[in-house]
């Protein structure tokens, strides 16, 4: 079946440091892909998505590229901010009649001033 | 306007006690979703809403969680008897008609404790 791997966290950064969280999957199909955060206290938000591959989906600085040759959709972000701090989700939707969300386990996030 | 909201935020029972958490979608999504997260692991998917209609409840992990969205709109879940592995936070979503935008807003969550 379809599933998401993320990176384990937490991931522990400095302001202004570059930061990768790795995300790889397994789906049949053409899954689209998305990237979730959630700030303390806040509900998830959509950051960035991209339904086919080599799109890149780009929001707030982060970036994403579906890779399907390595099955990766890895975030990036040149220069974090304490602002930054938060869980970042790794998600896929295979498509079908549900359109269904299948999450990886979330990757803490803390940026240090 | 307003998003998805949640009720009520945090809910502590004890084992065997009822628990119904409601949902409000974003006005005029036909689409509701109910997830939920336990334990730190990853968001699990537990049912699927079109209007007022289940489309999909594959995720429904037995016959103890009861979903209704009567009217198409508001949505309930009710937990019923509660027991301690159903602790976690249970997410709220909801998305337009299929084939325009179909990004999933989701809630802030509700935490459930199960004592």
């Known amino acids: 079946g379809n599933s998401v791997t993320q990176m384990e966290g937490p991931v522990t950064l400095s302001e202004e440091a570059f930061l990768t969280i790795n995300c790889t999957y397994t789906?049949?199909?053409?899954?689209?892909l998305f990237w979730y955060v959630q700030y303390p206290g806040e509900g998830l938000q959509l950051l960035l998505k991209?339904?086919?591959?080599?799109d890149k989906g780009s929001n707030k600085g982060f970036e994403a590229t579906y890779r399907k040759e390595t099955t990766s959709f890895h975030l990036e972000k040149g220069s974090v901010q304490v602002s930054d701090s938060a869980v970042y989700f790794c998600?896929?939707?295979?498509?079908?009649?549900?359109?269904?969300?299948?999450f990886g386990t979330g990757t803490l996030l803390a940026v240090q001033p | 306007e307003a998003g998805v909201t949640q009720f009520p935020s945090h809910s502590v029972i004890e084992k065997g006690q009822t628990v119904t958490l409601r949902c409000d979608p974003i006005?005029?999504?036909?689409?509701l979703y109910w997830y939920r997260r336990v334990m730190g692991k990853e968001i699990k998917f537990l049912l699927h809403?079109?209007?007022?209609?289940?489309?999909?409840e594959s995720g429904m992990p037995n016959n103890r969680f009861l979903a209704e969205r009567t009217g198409g709109t508001y949505s309930t879940l009710k937990v019923q008897p509660a027991e301690l592995e159903d602790s976690g936070v249970y997410f709220c979503?909801?998305?337009?008609?299929?084939?325009?935008?179909?990004?999933?807003?989701f809630g802030p969550g509700t935490r459930l404790t199960v004592l």
């Open positions: 979503a909801s998305s337009p008609f299929m084939g325009g935008d179909d990004t999933q807003y």
């Open positions: 789906a049949t199909g053409y899954p689209s």
């Open positions: 991209a339904t086919k591959a080599d």
């Open positions: 998600a896929l939707r295979g498509g079908g009649a549900t359109n269904k969300l299948i």
């Open positions: 006005s005029g999504h036909d689409n």
């Open positions: 809403f079109v209007k007022e209609s289940k489309q999909d």
